[in-house]
């Protein structure tokens, strides 16, 4: 078990490498700068997210009133804080979820409702992790045959049902820059009321029918369909580990679906049917059931509305620090941290290195590294292009001879092997590629690795970082035709399958998944 039964260690280290290198600090500062100079679609450029929408064509069509309001939201869109909360894999690298179409915002026109949304199709994920951001009409009704070509790509390109279950139409602090601090009201932050804190901490111990009942939820399974001891079992087992926001539940639930009596939250591997969210004494009641026992005509909650962040989490148990969060995001969760814009600057360069605690200053122009050695701390400091152990008494000649005769190395030497070897280096350009971040790639290659060798010579684990380049260069050139109508989408059939039904395709169409 690790620190909490709602967060797995697998999950945790998803989110936090996501984080890390899906959003690296560069792309965060070039994104921002552009932001706040009011160039909305240099900060997109800056965030990979491309752009899919025209709102000249939009002002022609719908009129100066709709055009002017997606505009005011398009300038306070933080591209770079949609990608670091856009939904993503909860094991391995944390990359994002293929196939997902995310409603921001809606805007009432004539003669169609349109609405501003961020898509994954794969063609825009293959390309190095890009999101797409689309403006369309009647998304609800999945009006297909009323969009362009490249709209129309972005649909066949993303789940039928994904819309209602990653809206953020309710919950701009995911996107908005203006908005961003009302995470903290749906966080919980370190403010929580001792009631919270007592439900938070029923459910990191794996409690959860004793979190439910102290949330004031009356929850069952089995309540309204018998099931066997054993499926209950199961059901009970997999509640304890889906992060609720019980304490904020009922109360957000009722906010973002108005009127609704019922509605599900369908984490995958179960649903949880909610009922009496209009009773006037508000008595709320949970039953968990299968995926497929819940109606399936029941309003979905988005997850935003019932998960508890997973900033919050990450920064609660001590797993991710205030400065390694998006500045936004850090300044709604941790509004009392003075974050130095300079702390932990080199901190992800050097994250890897075993038995790290932190980079310290080591004379002008030389880089140390603290170290956990034994039961001490001691420096590795860079000494012309070689690391060594700057705090031990012994010979590093006799540790390295102790070592060679099969004796186990010191801390400090294995940190300085490691970092002589620019493994540190490696494994960074390997994770910054899996997330498609070129730019930050090709830097820190140019100043950190043997400069004899030009950075796209590179070895990765699958070839060369310049064929790396040149393949994902070529994938942003298709996605660029493909929305502008000039290139079909690739075939789905073909691909990995973003859901286990999907429809087959009339012959000589690309797959129509979603109509
Ligand atoms: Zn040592």
Redesign the pocket.
Known sequence: MGLSVTLSDSRAQAAIQARRFGVPPAMIEAATQRRLAGDWRGACAAADVDLHLNPDAIRRRHGADVAGQLLADLRSLAPDLLRWHMPRWRHGSGQLLEGLLIPLADYTATPATLTLAAATPRFAVVAGQRIVLVVAENVRRRDRDQQDPGTRAVFDGVHRRSGERHSLRRHRMFWDADAAPGLASIAGADDAAAGAREITRLQDTGQAPAAWAAAGIDMASGRHRPVSPDRQGHLTRWLATVPVNLPLLAHQVRQTLPGAGQAVIRPGGGAIVLRGLDRPDGAVSADVVAPAAARSDLPVVPEAAWARPVDADLLRLGLLRPHELHPLVAAALAPRTAVRADSGRHDWLYAAVPGIEAECAHGPGSTAVV?H?GS?R?RVAQRGGRWE?V??GAHPARETLIARLGGPL???LQAADYLSAGQHVIDLVEHLMEHGRTGEALRLLREHADASAAPEAFVLHDGTLGEALSSLREKTLRLRMILSGAALAPDTRDTHPPTPNRRHSRKGEPARQHR
């Open positions: 170290i050695c001490q001691h152990p705090d031990h010191n801390p400090c």
